[in-house]
């Protein structure tokens, strides 16, 4: 993971920030067994919460302005910079809002 946040896509965080995330990401594991190279790899899961941690590693010591940012525009943040790094892009997400909503008063 070093070295895609550190060279192949550059996201503004310290190689510290990036094994703090790794290692918080990490889900326990109960029965241990001779696959001790799982270690170093991310279940999927984990990786998003290796994503949204790197997110907020990113803009911790920042200006309070950007420390206050939501955490979805952090995580966009550092996609960007993640996917730029293999010549991808991130589609924009399109939010609807329901007009009509059927809720139980309604009934």
Excluded: W
Excluded at 1 to 21: F, H, N, Q, Y
Excluded at 41 to 66: C, M, P, T, W, Y
């Amino acid at each position: 993971m070093s070295e895609l946040c550190m060279r192949i896509a550059p996201c503004g965080v310290s190689e510290m920030d990036v094994k703090m995330a790794f290692g918080m990401s990490k889900m326990t594991v109960i029965n241990e067994g001779k696959n001790y190279q799982d270690y170093n790899k991310l279940q999927f899961v984990e990786f998003l919460e290796f994503i949204g941690r790197l997110a907020h590693g990113r803009f911790k010591n920042a200006s309070q302005d950007l420390q206050q940012q939501p955490l979805a525009t952090k995580i966009e943040q550092i996609l960007d910079d993640l996917l730029y790094g293999y010549g991808l892009t991130r589609k924009e997400v399109e939010i609807a809002i329901e007009e009509f909503s059927e809720s139980d008063d309604d009934y």
